[in-house]
Each structure stands twice: as structure tokens, then as C-alpha cells.
């Protein structure tokens, strides 16, 4: 028997193993894939990068492993990425109680015991004390349903289970369906090789310039130095980024002071025109607008053949409503001659054929189709584990309107059993929004020992307070109409529910340890 079970070997799930060995527990990770590294391991698709900034996504654990480690760029990309996470195992010895290749399939509560009994698909059996779920917000992926794609005789790939071995895209002709964060990272890719590439759009998004450099030597030296500053400025923005809103409205500046920090917001790194912009721009109807106005602007300029520039331009929400995706030459692909966009809202597709892809209009031949379809967000890869709590309750049934926790850490009915990194916590630079949970169920777990508890699980009532919380942080924000995986309404029959916690990092933490200066209220021990 382990003290503890962690599923998922990403971010999240290391940084819990690094923390609970240090608090003196045994401790198996159980990891799907034959590699560590999570998000970074599964989307390896080209293209695949940060839209944090690299220095800022790592972790802040070990001053020693901070200064040692050198990003090459900015905006690191998935294989330094999971190059670092792989040296992180390594330097902290971390890789001898990770069972890769190890996909837990059920877990189920024993009362008597206030143990977890958990099943593996290679039909293992493991009991622990106590299981943490730290699968990943966005690691099931969402394959649609398109007739004839069994019979379909070219490749295809999903992003986030993009294949080890190179997938040959040169002279090809290749389909990505798709335009969300990771499409629009691969697209320039595709287009550079490719021989003809078809994109289908269901929605545009507003693209902002990713502007990523290289970090030079003297950068390194200076962010060494800074490691403190990073890591508050981090905790004190509301995403976990380094960047910060300016204090101002929108409104209360001219049109041309208003114009040119938008200009320096597009010129500049990283997610700063959603996040280093005016205060207001997501919450105030005319400053929103303003700034969706510039955007398009923008695309309009980029994107020669003006009807093309206007199936880019969303037409059915405005910026900041979802978390943009950020660009590199996205636009200019669509000036190519080789390059087609499909807007899938006039021209559906209908099936896969044998040798392409027919929409409403045309058949369109493709030899690699790419599916940049998004996943089963935040739930999806929890409830697809049989996880059975009290009297035998299904938590994907406790789960069927929207998620329900307390804190977005652990289910009333299901005690014993952690969440860090999913539903109903906060988001934006994951990193540091869940090792605010890792320390929180380090911490519990410490107290438990100390006061000799055996099982913690949250009130029913905490957690109706902390679903109405959570729903009351993105009313009246641009957030609130949102079509998107944040609400799980890219999945057919998905309950709409907003899925993610919006009132930031600094509130959050505030929440979670106000719990606990209050003996853990909301929470009953046994
Ligand atoms: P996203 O952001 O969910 O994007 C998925 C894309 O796939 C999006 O453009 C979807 O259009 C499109 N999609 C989904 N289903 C279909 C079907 N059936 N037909 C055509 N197009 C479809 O996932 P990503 O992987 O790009 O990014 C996920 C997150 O990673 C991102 O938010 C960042 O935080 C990092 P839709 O918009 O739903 O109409």
C-alpha cells in the first residue's frame, strides 16, 4: 500500500511527487504515456510551443534548478520543453517512482480501509491512502465525428497525439481542421512544406503576434537575478503571468494615446494584448469593442484578398472572450496561392472519402489530414476513469451537469481523492496556478498525519458555495457567452458549465488558505 497515488507524469503531477517525497511519503506516479512531460510530452506536433513565457512556466522550487536551466528562447518550444521536464525528473531522482506506460482505467473508494483501490489497464492492481488526479486540463483529445474516416486511405493525426517518428508533410497535400491555439501554431508549419494545405475553419479566432526571440546570455543572467521579482509578479497577476494590466480605462485616454499602446501591445511579447492592456478591455463594453476594432484592422492589413481577411475575422465573439491564440506568420499563410481556407460554416464537411475530404461544395484530395480539434477539456481525461467513491457513487455521474468541488480540490463523496489542475480552479499559466494545489494537498496531507486522520472530503454544502463562487467570477465579463472548451461546449452533449475558475490567481490562493485558517473549513476529516 502507498500513502499516495499521483496520475500523470506533466507539470503538475511531477512537481506533487517532488513535494509529497519530501514530506516523507511513499509515492507511486502512474503515467499514461511512455514518456514524462504530460502536455508536453503528447503535443509534439510542429509548432507546438509556450505562449507563457518560458522563464515564467518553469518551476520555482529550487532556486538552483531556476538558475541552472537556460530557455533558448522566449517562447520555448515542446522539445526543450520536455527536455527540461525529463532534467527535472533526473536531477531530482524523481524517475524511480514514475510507472510510465501505466494508464489508470478505475479507482474505487474503500470505506472501511479509507483507501483507494486503483486499477490499471495492464490490469494491475494499487492500493494508497490517498489519490491525486493530476491528468491535465487539456489532455483527452477531441476527435469529431466525421463519417468515413475508417475508409479515408492517407494519413491522419491528431495534434495532441502526434506521432514520435517525423510525420512527412513536404510535397504533400495536407487538411488541418481546426483554427484554434494549436491549428494556428501549426498552420505557418504546414504551409512552409507543404505542397497544397487545405485549412477548414469553424470559428476564427482573434490571433494576436506571438513575437518570440531568443534569449541571449545576458538575458539569462539578468532573469537569474530576477527570480524572486518573476515568481511574485507571477502570484500577484490574475493568470499567473508576468504581465500586468495597465491601471487605466480604455476610455479615459484619447484615440490616439489608445491606438498607439495597442500598436506596442501587438509589437510586444507573449499574451500582452489581452493581459498588459487596459484595464477594461474585457469588461467594459466600448473598451472591448475598441480593441476587437484594432484587431480586425489588423487582419485586414495582413491578409491581401479582402474576402479572405473577412472569413478571418470572427464573427461570433469579440476579443478576450476566449484566451487568444498567438501567432507567427499565421495570417500571410493565407496569401499564398497553395493555401485554402474553408469556412465551414458556409461549405460544411460532409465525410472523409478515400483520398480526400468532401464539404457541401467540392472534394478537396489530401494525403495527411490534421486534426488540431481540441479536447474534452478539464473533465474529460477524470471522467473517463471509472472513479467510484461512497456507496459506489460514480464521480463522472456526480459531474454530469458541470463539475462540482470544493476549491477545485476535491468532491463531496469522494474522500481522499485530489484534484490539482482540474475542474473549478484557477488557470492561465498552469504552472503556477497548480502548485498553489500541490503545496495545498502537501500541506493537508501533513496535517492529517499530525492530528492521525485518516480520510478528508469536502461538505455538499462547501461545495455548492464554491460552484456558485466559481459561476458568479465570470458573470458579466466577456467570458460569460463564451462558445468554448471552457464551458465544454466544443463536445456534443456536453452540460454547459464553466469549468475553470475566473477570479484569478491572488483570489484563489486567498480562498484556498483562508480554508485552512479556519481549521479546514468546508472540509470534514475522519
Ligand atoms: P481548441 O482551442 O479547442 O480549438 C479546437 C479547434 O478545432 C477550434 O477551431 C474548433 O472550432 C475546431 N473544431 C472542433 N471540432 C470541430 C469540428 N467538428 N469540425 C471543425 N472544426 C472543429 O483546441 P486547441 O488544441 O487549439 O487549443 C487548446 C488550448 O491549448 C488553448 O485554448 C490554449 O489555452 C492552449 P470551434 O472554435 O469549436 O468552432
Not at 503515467?31 to 503528447?42: N, P, Q
Not at 466525421?146 to 514520435?164: K, N, Q, S, V
Not at 491578409?303 to 501567432?327: C, N, Q, S, W
Not at 460544411?348 to 478515400?354: C, E, G, L, V, Y
Request: net charge neutral.
Amino acid at each position: 500500500m502507498y500513502d499516495v497515488i499521483v496520475v500523470g507524469a506533466g507539470i503538475s503531477g511531477i512537481y506533487q511527487l517532488y513535494r509529497l517525497r519530501e514530506a516523507g511519503l511513499s509515492v507511486c506516479l502512474c503515467e499514461a504515456g511512455s514518456g514524462v512531460g504530460g502536455t508536453w510530452y503528447w503535443n509534439r506536433y510542429p509548432g507546438a510551443r509556450f505562449d507563457s513565457e518560458s522563464y515564467s512556466y518553469g518551476y520555482f522550487f529550487s532556486r538552483e534548478l531556476f538558475e541552472e536551466w537556460r530557455w533558448s528562447e522566449e517562447f520555448a518550444a515542446q522539445p526543450e520543453t520536455e527536455r527540461y521536464l525529463n532534467h527535472v525528473v533526473d536531477r531530482f531522482d524523481l524517475r524511480r517512482d514514475i510507472h510510465l506506460a501505466t494508464r489508470i482505467t478505475g479507482a474505487a473508494y474503500d470505506e472501511a480501509d479509507a483507501a483507494w483501490l486503483v486499477t490499471t489497464a495492464n490490469g494491475e492492481q494499487l492500493r494508497a491512502r490517498f489519490l491525486v488526479s493530476a491528468v491535465g486540463l487539456l489532455s483527452e483529445p477531441y476527435l469529431p465525428a466525421i463519417p468515413g474516416l475508417a475508409d479515408f486511405a492517407g494519413e491522419w493525426h491528431h495534434t495532441a497525439r502526434w506521432p514520435h517518428e517525423a510525420v512527412e508533410l513536404s510535397g504533400r497535400r495536407v487538411a488541418v481542421i481546426g483554427t484554434g491555439s494549436s491549428g494556428v501554431q501549426l498552420i505557418p508549419h504546414a504551409a512552409r512544406v507543404a505542397a497544397e494545405l487545405v485549412v477548414f475553419q469553424r470559428t476564427a479566432n482573434w490571433c494576436t503576434p506571438l513575437n518570440n526571440r531568443p534569449l541571449p546570455a545576458s538575458r539569462h543572467q539578468e532573469l537569474r537575478r530576477s527570480f524572486h521579482d518573476i515568481y511574485r509578479a507571477c502570484h500577484a497577476s490574475p493568470g499567473g503571468f508576468v504581465h500586468r494590466p495597465l491601471p487605466l480605462s480604455a476610455l479615459e485616454v484619447d484615440p490616439g494615446e489608445r491606438l498607439a499602446h495597442f500598436q506596442h501591445l501587438y509589437d510586444s511579447p507573449g499574451l500582452t494584448m489581452l493581459l498588459a492592456n487596459f484595464r477594461d478591455i474585457t469588461t467594459d463594453q466600448n473598451a472591448n469593442a475598441a480593441v476587437t476594432a484594432f484587431l480586425r484592422g489588423k487582419i485586414r492589413d495582413r491578409v491581401t484578398d479582402p474576402a479572405v481577411a473577412e472569413l478571418l475575422i470572427p464573427d461570433d465573439h469579440t476579443f478576450g472572450m476566449k484566451r487568444p491564440p498567438l501567432e507567427d506568420g499565421y495570417y500571410e499563410v493565407f496569401n499564398q496561392a497553395h493555401v485554402t481556407l474553408v469556412p465551414l460554416a458556409r461549405e460544411p464537411i460532409q465525410a472523409f472519402t478515400r483520398h480526400g475530404i468532401a464539404t457541401t461544395n467540392r472534394t478537396y484530395p489530401v494525403d495527411v489530414a490534421v486534426f488540431a480539434t481540441g479536447f474534452d477539456a478539464v473533465t474529460g481525461a477524470i471522467t473517463r476513469i471509472d472513479i467510484r467513491g461512497r456507496g459506489g457513487a460514480r464521480l463522472a455521474h456526480h459531474w454530469a451537469a458541470g463539475p462540482r468541488t470544493h476549491l477545485g480540490l476535491q468532491s463531496a463523496g469522494f474522500p481522499n481523492l485530489f484534484f490539482v489542475g482540474g475542474p473549478q480552479s484557477t488557470t492561465g499559466n498552469i504552472p503556477r496556478a497548480t502548485e498553489i494545489q500541490v503545496d495545498w494537498v502537501t500541506a493537508c496531507l501533513r496535517h492529517m498525519a499530525e492530528h492521525g486522520r485518516r480520510w478528508v472530503e469536502p461538505t455538499a454544502a462547501a461545495e455548492a458555495a464554491w460552484l456558485s463562487h466559481v459561476s458568479s467570477t465570470v458573470r458579466g465579463t466577456a467570458l460569460e457567452h463564451a462558445t468554448s472548451w471552457a464551458f465544454g461546449s466544443n463536445i456534443p452533449g456536453k452540460a454547459r458549465a464553466y469549468q475553470l475558475y475566473a477570479g484569478g490567481i491572488p483570489a484563489y490562493r486567498a480562498h484556498c488558505e483562508a480554508a485552512v485558517e479556519r481549521g479546514y473549513e468546508g472540509f470534514t476529516f475522519g
